[in-house]
């Protein structure tokens, strides 16, 4: 039974900086990918970034490359996104995942994850 436990969440101004973490359990990885996902209030779940568990290759969403890293520890079996730079939009509740890797491509859409954890509240005010 795979299990995603978040922690990292908080509230912090605009232009502030959190870590969330992602303790992933139950499996090895070896040929998946760690994604992260946020909502909004009224809002659907969107992409934030993704990193496959083997070779770390990334992938962000336009809306925080440059402002976010997504990361990975192997011998943690923990992601990591370290989010600098935070505006107000990124109030979300974030969600890490786990989804295998079919193809070329490092899975961004929900559909491609098959795990996910309960999710960590970030709040940015203004």
């Known amino acids: 039974q795979v299990q995603l436990v978040e922690s990292g969440g908080g509230l912090v101004q605009a232009g502030g900086s959190l870590r969330l973490s992602c303790a992933a359990s139950?499996?090895?990885?070896?040929?998946?990918?760690m994604g992260w996902f946020r909502q909004a209030p009224g809002k659907e779940r969107e992409f934030v970034a993704s990193?496959?568990?083997?070779?770390?290759?990334?992938f962000y969403a336009d809306s925080v490359k440059g402002r976010f890293t997504i990361s990975r520890d192997n011998t943690k079996n923990t992601v990591y996104l370290q989010m600098n730079s935070l505006k107000p939009d990124d109030t979300a509740v974030y969600y890490c995942?786990?989804?295998?890797?079919?193809?070329?491509?490092?899975?961004?859409?929900?559909?491609?994850?098959?795990?996910w954890g309960q999710g960590t509240q970030v709040t940015v005010s203004s």
């Open positions: 995942a786990v989804g295998l890797v079919k193809t070329a491509a490092i899975p961004q859409r929900i559909e491609e994850y098959d795990y």
């Open positions: 139950g499996r090895t990885f070896n040929g998946y990918a």
């Open positions: 990193v496959t568990w083997t070779l770390g290759r990334t």
